[in-house]
């Protein structure tokens, strides 16, 4: 705060301008890790460790989205250039999907799903991840027969 003003200001100072936050998010991570010497910082993971970076990427998500479910308040970073918060249920159900095919939930694996969600919403490829999530992580929900239903109708009403 005392070298930017505002976690925004710091934020872009790492900015590359690239397609994602990817580098502005380590560039974030290190500055604010730099205290965090002798001990490793679970809340900041960094991108660079190649982690999905769940926490980081949901960070990003409140402060960059605007809308009934992220409060918003940064104005200077575009929705398009997220990545999707992945978890074990975001990873789960975009593998049920045929979001991906990868085998962990990493960060390139949350590179691709964010790929194929900007396929369908280049402007904002995470604003599904709330509900997506939601439907993860519902109990009473059964994944197989969710997935037998995905299939009958994704010709339909899942047009990628």
Same mark, same amino acid.
């Given at each position: 705060?005392?070298?930017?003003?505002?976690?925004?200001?710091?934020?872009?100072?790492?900015?590359?301008?690239?397609?994602?936050?990817?580098?502005?998010?380590?560039?974030?991570?290190?500055?604010?890790?730099?205290?965090?010497?002798?001990?490793?910082?679970?809340?900041?993971?960094?991108p660079a460790n190649k982690?999905?970076?769940?926490?980081?990427?949901?960070?990003?998500?409140?402060?960059?989205?605007?809308? @009934?479910? @992220?409060?918003?308040?940064?104005?200077?970073?575009?929705?398009?250039?997220?990545?999707?918060?992945?978890?074990?249920?975001?990873?789960?159900?975009?593998?049920?999907?045929?979001?991906? @095919?990868?085998?962990?939930? @990493?960060?390139?694996?949350?590179?691709?799903?964010?790929?194929?969600?900007?396929?369908?919403?280049?402007?904002?490829?995470?604003?599904y991840d709330f509900a997506?999530?939601?439907?993860?992580?519902?109990?009473?929900?059964?994944?197989?027969?969710?997935?037998?239903?995905?299939?009958?109708?994704?010709?339909?009403?899942?047009?990628?």
């Amino acid at each position: 705060m005392r070298r930017h003003g505002t976690l925004q200001a710091c934020f872009l100072t790492h900015d590359d301008g690239s397609n994602t936050v990817l580098k502005a998010s380590e560039g974030f991570v290190d500055e604010l890790s730099q205290d965090f010497t002798t001990r490793r910082n679970s809340l900041l993971p960094s991108p660079a460790n190649k982690s999905a970076c769940k926490r980081l990427n949901l960070y990003l998500k409140w402060l960059v989205r605007h809308d @009934d479910v @992220d409060p918003g308040g940064w104005d200077k970073v575009s929705p398009s250039r997220l990545i999707v918060p992945v978890d074990t249920h975001m990873y789960n159900l975009c593998r049920l999907m045929g979001f991906t @095919d990868r085998k962990s939930a @990493d960060l390139k694996t949350a590179l691709v799903i964010t790929q194929r969600f900007a396929e369908i919403c280049p402007e904002d490829p995470v604003k599904y991840d709330f509900a997506l999530t939601r439907l993860g992580i519902k109990d009473s929900l059964d994944l197989k027969r969710f997935y037998e239903h995905y299939k009958r109708c994704s010709g339909t009403c899942f047009q990628l």
